[in-house]
């Protein structure tokens, strides 16, 4: 089992949708989960991070974290052509003076206009 | 102003030869990483030196070795290029631990790394 595991898609959603991304991860002790974004050719950008249950808005993006089910989640409202990238979920693996982050493999976006 | 920067940003070599990878973040964090992102764009950590110390060395070959001068500057040296090497190497700094609460990594351009 892969330690933060999402779809690869591509994810397509019409423009002016809610474009759902999701993400398991198989640590219990993971206290800290962060949504990357990456252009193609480009870094990944931090987007959204959350750290409790339940939901945390920030614009148009809202990210869902729900510890029991080891699931997080990215919604993106009102989705853009410029939202067209891939989503990197990362999680932290606690290991004290090594803690460090894991990231999924990414879930392509693609918004048609 | 960039906050994380590298040099090269495209680098093209022969197997077997030897190449560095510099890179410097103004940003006054404590904490510097490498990062590989293969074809698939798995993006998995090699190393990380917080205040100059190597606190991370994942399972990475030791034909890959980092060097951190200072806190602002973390270099990539790898000897004897092997085709398996081509991907984008990324750098990032966060002021501390990646992962900690309410911790935020940034990350460099990248370098392509590509080995013929």
């Known amino acids: 089992q892969k330690e933060v595991e999402q779809n690869s898609g591509p994810l397509s959603v019409p423009e002016g949708a809610i474009a759902s991304l999701n993400c398991t991860y198989s640590?219990?002790?993971?206290?800290?989960f962060f949504w990357y974004r990456q252009y193609s050719g480009k870094s990944p950008e931090l987007i959204m991070s959350?750290?409790?249950?339940g939901d945390k808005e920030d614009g148009r993006f809202t990210a869902q974290l729900n510890k029991a089910s080891q699931y997080v989640s990215l919604l993106i409202r009102d989705s853009q052509p410029s939202d067209s990238a891939t989503y990197l979920c990362a999680v932290n693996k606690y290991g004290g003076a090594t803690n460090k982050l894991i990231f999924g493999t990414g879930t392509l976006l693609a918004v048609q206009p | 102003d960039t906050a994380v920067s590298q040099t090269p940003k495209y680098l093209v070599t022969q197997m077997g030869n030897d190449k560095s990878i510099k890179c410097e973040q103004n940003?006054?964090?404590?904490?510097m990483y490498w990062y590989k992102q293969d074809s698939k764009k798995f993006l998995k950590i090699m190393f990380s030196y917080n205040n100059k110390e190597l606190i991370i060395n994942e399972t990475v070959p030791n034909r890959f070795s980092p060097k951190s001068p200072d806190k602002a500057h973390l270099n990539l040296h790898i000897n004897s290029l092997e085709l398996g090497d081509s991907a984008v190497y990324f750098c990032?700094?966060?002021?501390?631990?990646?992962?900690?609460?309410?911790?935020?990594?940034?990350f460099g351009p990248g370098t392509r790394l590509l080995v013929l």
């Open positions: 640590d219990r002790v993971s206290q800290s």
């Open positions: 990032a700094s966060s002021h501390g631990l990646a992962g900690g609460f309410r911790e935020t990594q940034y």
């Open positions: 940003l006054g964090h404590d904490t």
């Open positions: 959350i750290y409790s249950n």
